[in-house]
């Protein structure tokens, strides 16, 4: 269960935070987002230390895209916003984690999770429905799936 927390978080929260990740040597760190009152796995993304303090400054998450080198404010095309209830940073400081309150799917497929396929003696299988068509979310053309 997340914590209630009201958000922006001060500046010095912020900073000791920022201070508290280890980011790579691309200046990324791993998010896992996920649902924080079912503990649903939503998705896995990439920070970087503006789109952290962004992130809680706001209370609505934004990620580093890898391939469009630019912020990925969840939600700002599909309309499936991320609102920010907890985020916890690990033990050794080099992953995230995301407690948001989801708006909508995750997934730019359509699907509430990223997570909807698994291994299976017979394969990888689909073990989620399509909530929103893909259609719906993204104008023609406006998204390609890529690892962000």
């Given at each position: 269960m997340s914590?209630?927390?009201?958000?922006p978080?001060?500046?010095?929260t912020?900073e000791?935070?920022?201070a508290a990740?280890?980011?790579d040597?691309?200046?990324?760190?791993?998010a896992?987002?996920?649902?924080?009152?079912?503990?649903?796995?939503?998705?896995?993304?990439?920070m970087?230390?503006?789109?952290?303090?962004e992130?809680?400054?706001?209370?609505?998450?934004c990620?580093?895209?890898r391939s469009?080198?630019?912020?990925?404010?969840?939600?700002?095309?599909?309309?499936?916003?991320?609102?920010?209830?907890?985020?916890?940073v690990?033990?050794?400081?080099d992953?995230l984690l995301l407690?948001?309150?989801?708006?909508?799917?995750a997934c730019?497929t359509?699907?509430r999770?990223?997570?909807?396929r698994?291994?299976t003696?017979?394969?990888?299988?689909?073990?989620?429905?399509?909530?929103t068509?893909?259609?719906?979310?993204?104008?023609?053309?406006?998204?390609?799936?890529t690892?962000?």
């Amino acid at each position: 269960m997340s914590a209630d927390i009201a958000y922006p978080l001060p500046a010095a929260t912020v900073e000791a935070t920022l201070a508290a990740i280890r980011f790579d040597a691309n200046g990324l760190v791993p998010a896992i987002t996920q649902q924080h009152d079912t503990g649903e796995v939503l998705m896995m993304a990439w920070m970087n230390r503006e789109s952290v303090a962004e992130t809680l400054a706001t209370g609505r998450v934004c990620y580093w895209s890898r391939s469009r080198q630019s912020f990925w404010r969840k939600g700002d095309t599909s309309g499936q916003v991320q609102h920010l209830r907890e985020l916890r940073v690990d033990c050794d400081g080099d992953t995230l984690l995301l407690l948001v309150d989801q708006v909508g799917v995750a997934c730019h497929t359509g699907r509430r999770s990223c997570f909807y396929r698994s291994a299976t003696p017979d394969g990888l299988s689909t073990i989620a429905d399509v909530v929103t068509d893909p259609l719906d979310l993204y104008p023609p053309h406006g998204h390609k799936h890529t690892t962000t």
